[in-house]
């Protein structure tokens, strides 16, 4: 019997890695043009931080997450997305008492126990970044600029950003009472788990899947009408900032955050994939994460998280195509058996120049070698036999253009460093 990869995993062969490689590039390159600089967490924390960190009221926590108790009976559990644990580090590595803002960028496996289904994995990846220590909106904008500029870079045009502010406890708390008054008298239209969620995390309904629940709550109230001054004026100025930077948005009251800590800034891009809507790219305002996690108080955050694979997908089905950059500069083809020791030390001699080169490992006759040097899509191919070594003369061949020369084979190496 084979062992099979575990459901919801797939494996990112070289078909596919360089795809992986290009995103991961362009993605570090544009996080460094706005300063951010990488951090790398565990793969696993404790199950705490998440019930902490994401909120034991999310489906994510409650039904996703791939926990286990470790033979030091310690109960953790595999991350199910990238914020809980770089927060927990910025606290742990005392980073909030280093001059703010704190700029933070990752790339990490995110596990989470789901169905699989396109687009939807039980192992997948998420591109993402934390700004800690400010809460100027200015930063906000920046957030959602930086998103935009890679997911521009990466050859996707029709992206749609949409906005909201999610308020502050200050005006959460009369909303919530409102929005609470709301519910209970829709409560025998809405699902079993919205009335659930009516007591503990009312806003949350907003987001509900289940659609009878959607029709039940169509006037319902949102929080972007009843946000407190301080509210407004921030939002306001997210707007003016992303106006002056060109970026187009719309206001989209819908989009909500049910946990205490978010605070104000909301957001999600989507691209136009072929008329479907789908989410790459969400993020928003945490306020409230670190002193939730344990760390000082009034240290404010903003981040977003981005699906690799989901961004993969809407690539393709958009037809953008990322190249594989891989080459190999020299195929090394040999006659006879001093020739193909001899090749060892030209092959050795020409990595070592930087020039990516390979020979057959395989035996193979001449013909087999030139189809196999096709094959791998080598530029040249040098043929070498023992007469020619004795000759000094070993035969060149460009691939693209099938034109051969001779050159010497003491000379092989410094001809080749300047053609390559
Ligand atoms: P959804 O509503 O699709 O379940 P979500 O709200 O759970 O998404 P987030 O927790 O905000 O998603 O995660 C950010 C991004 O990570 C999503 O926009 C999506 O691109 C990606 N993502 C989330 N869950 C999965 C998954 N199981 N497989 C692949 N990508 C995922
Ligand atoms: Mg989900």
Not at 216 to 221: F, G, M
């Amino acid at each position: 019997m084979s062992v099979k990869a575990p459901r919801g995993t797939k494996d990112i062969t070289p078909e596919e890695s360089y795809k992986w490689r290009y995103l991961e590039d362009a993605f570090r390159r544009i996080c460094s043009l706005y300063g951010y600089e990488e951090i790398r967490t565990p793969a696993f924390e404790s199950v705490e931080l998440f019930k902490r960190g994401v909120g034991d009221t999310t489906d994510i926590v409650q039904k996703e997450m791939y926990t286990f108790t470790d033979k030091g009976n310690r109960e953790y559990a595999l991350k199910p997305e990238g914020t809980a644990g770089v927060v927990r580090s910025f606290i742990e590595n005392k980073m909030y008492a280093q001059p703010q803002p704190t700029k933070l960028f990752y790339i990490t496996p995110c596990f989470r126990y789901e169905r699989p289904q396109a687009g939807r994995q039980r192992q997948f990846h998420q591109f993402g970044i934390e700004a800690l220590g400010s809460e100027n909106p200015s930063i906000d904008a920046e957030t959602i600029g930086l998103a935009l500029q890679f997911l521009k870079e990466v050859g996707l045009e029709n992206l749609e950003v949409s906005i909201n502010s999610v308020g502050c406890p200050v005006c959460r708390k009369p909303y919530n009472e409102m929005l609470k008054k709301y519910l209970d008298e829709k409560s025998d239209q809405l699902c079993a788990l919205c009335n659930e969620r009516k007591d503990r995390n009312p806003m949350r309904v907003i987001d509900c899947k289940v659609e009878s629940c959607q029709a039940a709550i169509v006037d319902i109230p949102l929080i972007a009408d009843h946000l407190c001054e301080e509210c407004e004026e921030h939002f306001s100025k997210l707007k003016e900032n992303l106006d002056i930077m060109g970026i187009k948005y719309k206001v989209d009251k819908k989009i909500v955050r049910g946990l205490d800590y978010y605070k104000r800034t909301a957001f999600e891009i989507i691209s136009d994939d072929l008329g479907a809507q789908s989410t790459v790219c969400g993020g928003g305002r945490y306020d409230g994460l670190v002193e939730q996690l344990g760390g000082p108080k009034n240290m404010p955050g903003i981040g977003f998280g981005l699906g690799v694979e989901r961004l993969l997908l809407i690539l393709e089905s958009k037809g953008i195509v990322i190249e594989n950059p891989q080459k190999t500069d020299i195929f090394i083809v040999t006659i006879g058996d001093k020739a193909k020791l001899e090749s060892a030390k030209i092959l050795s001699d020409l990595r070592q120049n930087n020039i990516s080169a390979d020979t057959d490992h395989l035996d193979r006759s001449v013909k087999a070698q030139f189809k196999y040097s096709n094959k791998i899509n080598a530029k040249y191919t040098v043929v070498i036999g023992d007469e020619e070594i004795d000759k000094d003369e070993v035969s060149l061949k460009n691939m693209d253009t099938s034109e051969q020369s001779s050159i010497k084979l003491t000379e092989l190496v410094e001809v080749l460093s300047t053609i390559i």
